[in-house]
């Protein structure tokens, strides 16, 4: 049973990080999305929030775990997992050089886990949790933050919003 860790900050989940999971369901027998959290960073959303808003946006699937970690090398909770893939999305140049040096530093720790890279489609290429959040505010930012995100988390951005957490 082949099993991958796709892990990141989802704050907010996009239709990128959808597609990633459906790619991921696809590839991998089982498929773990990993909150990871980093204590110099600010989030939107609580740890709590951002695993609700995936369940929410996500179908459920037998196959599918999601979950958090904090305060270790993702390689080590891949390998406490007893996974053998780390799932990663490279959507630019920046995306692809980071990512390559972070495969490498992976590989010196566990050399058992591999990373795996999907290019998402041109649609969801662009997207990032950082420039959906970017885009709240302006007049009108309904219409366009609505295309880039579940309906679930277009709620929870739009009641934020609303009560001027964001």
């Known amino acids: 049973m082949q099993t991958a860790v796709y892990a990141g900050s989802f704050d907010p989940p996009t239709n990128g990080h959808?597609?990633?999971?459906?790619?991921?369901l696809a590839l991998f027998d089982r498929l773990v999305?990993?909150?990871?959290?980093?204590p110099h960073k600010h989030y939107t959303f609580s740890t709590r929030e951002r695993i609700e808003l995936l369940?929410?946006?996500?179908?459920?699937?037998?196959?599918?775990?999601?979950?958090?970690?904090d305060n270790r090398y993702l390689v080590d909770y891949a390998r406490e997992l007893g996974a053998e893939f780390i799932l990663r999305g490279i959507r630019s140049p920046g995306d692809y050089e980071y990512e390559r040096v972070m495969r490498h530093i992976n590989s010196d720790m566990a050399p058992e886990?591999?990373?795996?890279?999907?290019?998402?489609?041109r649609d969801?290429?662009?997207?990032?949790?950082?420039?959906?959040t970017g885009l709240i505010g302006p007049a009108g930012w309904?219409?366009?933050?609505?295309?880039?995100?579940?309906?679930?988390?277009?709620e929870a951005l739009e009641d934020k919003q609303n009560s001027s957490a964001l």
Do not use: D, H
Request: proline fraction near 10%; charged fraction near 15%.
């Open 113 to 121: 886990i591999n990373t795996v890279f999907l290019m998402p489609p």
């Open 55 to 69: 369940r929410a946006s996500i179908p459920s699937c037998e196959r599918l775990t999601i979950t958090c970690f």
């Open 142 to 154: 309904q219409e366009t933050v609505r295309r880039y995100v579940p309906p679930p988390v277009f």
């Open 18 to 24: 959808l597609w990633m999971v459906s790619q991921g």
């Open 33 to 38: 999305v990993a909150i990871g959290e980093n």
């Open 124 to 132: 969801k290429a662009e997207l990032s949790s950082s420039m959906v």
